[in-house]
């Protein structure tokens, strides 16, 4: 990657972190009231992460096996409400361990 | 004296996110030193974007050698929610504050620092906000810096099952509100499946990663906003983060 590359993407990825974040905060004193929109503004990034994860979480390691195992395992823990940090540290092992195995 | 304690009392609640930080920055320090991306390259992501999702999506992305505008683009998307969050601070906090105070706030606007601002409600100062981002901010960076120069230490076999972590911590964010919310479920689970077709059907996935990722959450965010509107009215229920600091996401 060349250095124009990687300070003009930085640019750009601090832009399209920067503008939700103060936009709406900074000029908007109006509230939503379509039902539509309001729900679809909630939902969308639930989508996003979940179209984020699959399929890609079965290529995050080395083997596609492994990786499926542990995200069966991510998907138990969630579901039970664990810690953030405990789900992302117990699949880890799971991945690490298997990965020796598969 | 009262924005010193205001300070405070918002540092003193920012340090168990700040440990929680410390742990998701290193996971991206370490896909940064796997992606062959340079130390400062790495630390002056997190110290301008601040934020897990993006991050890890723009490296991704880079990656791939996506193009400026797959970039931006897939990068903004998955930064909507803080418009969200954004919004219903906005309704919060007291009209006398300046824009340039408000513009300062919002750089550290993250899903934790949202959901532990939006617990004070009307009360919150920028003296609070500030104290409670300030400790967040430097696990942020620290943990980028610890991951990228120790990852060298650790085993390749451990570097490569840390892939999994930003996943799982997804998973973690998306899940528990899915169980409550039958739309965000839906909304959750279509773009899940779709994500999946864009991937494996030949043509298809032949449209870059970020926008494959984008299709899918808008065509599945359409699809139950059209079968499940909301109907409550209040701004603090309309944003994600608000349930529990541990759903949330740097």
């Known amino acids: ?102 | 004296m009262n924005t010193k304690r205001n300070y405070l009392a918002g540092l003193k609640k920012g340090i168990p996110v700040a440990i929680a930080y410390l742990a998701v920055s290193f996971t991206f320090g370490l896909a940064t030193l796997r992606g062959e991306f340079p130390l400062w390259f790495a630390s002056l992501l997190s110290a301008t974007n601040l934020t897990s999702a993006g991050q890890f999506t723009g490296i991704q992305l880079m990656q791939l050698g996506a193009g400026y505008l797959e970039l931006t683009l897939a990068v903004f998307i998955i930064n909507l929610r803080y418009a969200l969050m954004s919004f219903a601070l906005s309704q919060q906090v007291q009209i006398r504050i300046t824009p340039a105070t408000r513009f300062c706030m919002s750089l550290l606007l993250t899903d934790e620092v949202f959901a532990l601002a939006n617990e004070k409600g009307a009360a919150i100062t920028p003296a609070y906000y500030f104290g409670l981002a300030t400790l967040p901010y430097l696990g942020w960076q620290l943990g980028t810096l610890f991951g990228y120069v120790l990852g060298g230490v650790f085993p390749s076999a451990v570097i490569a099952a840390a892939g999994i972590a930003i996943y799982c911590m997804y998973i973690a964010i998306f899940l528990p509100p899915a169980k409550r919310n039958r739309g965000i479920a839906l909304a959750v689970m279509i773009g899940a499946a779709l994500s999946c077709a864009l991937y494996y059907i030949p043509y298809l996935n032949t449209i870059p990663m970020g926008f494959r990722v984008i299709l899918a959450a808008i065509v599945a965010t359409f699809v139950a906003a059209a079968l499940f509107p909301k109907k409550d009215e209040a701004p603090t229920d309309q944003s994600p983060d608000t349930t529990d600091v541990k759903e949330g996401n740097g």
Do not use: D, Q
């Open chain 1, 1 to 102: 990657m060349t250095l124009p590359y990687l300070l003009i993407s930085a640019f750009l990825m601090f832009t399209a972190t920067l503008v939700p974040r103060f936009v709406p905060f900074v000029f908007i004193k109006r509230k939503i009231s379509s039902p539509f929109w309001k729900s679809f503004l909630y939902y969308l990034p639930y989508a996003v992460l979940a179209a984020l994860t699959f399929p890609y979480v079965f290529y995050s390691t080395g083997s596609v096996l492994a990786a499926a195992i542990a995200t069966v395992a991510a998907l138990v823990m969630s579901f039970l409400e664990l810690n953030m940090a405990c789900v992302a540290a117990v699949s880890f092992l799971i991945a690490l361990g298997l990965g020796f195995v598969f």
